[in-house]
């Protein structure tokens, strides 16, 4: 069984939507009850590059991935239920080949 959160309580929701290239991919920021930010989106099919300040997990709710770190060789797939971790003051790939990514970022301190 996955340990990914499917319901957040007593959050605080920022309504202002995180757009990226073009609005393929899109989250909206939330504050939990102990200060703790994460974002929830989707990433529709395509390729993208980001770079991380903040050590980053991605949770994925639906969908699949191929991810490449930033000074790694070699991708990594993710399913649905899965997570990967990303360090801070990098970067990483990542490929959604088709259908919705559903995912949670936490940022970790």
Partial sequence: MSSIPTRFTNVTVLAKANTYFDGSVVSHT???????????????????????????????????????????????????????????????TIEVSTGLLEFICSYIP
């Fill in 30 to 92: 939330i504050i939990l009850a102990d200060g703790t930010k994460k974002t929830l989106g989707l990433i529709h099919p395509g390729s993208y590059h980001f770079n991380t300040i903040a050590a980053e997990r991605m949770e994925l709710i639906t969908g699949s991935v191929r991810v490449t770190l930033d000074g790694q060789a070699g991708t990594r797939d993710h399913a649905a239920g899965t997570h990967f971790d990303i360090p801070a003051n990098s970067g990483f």
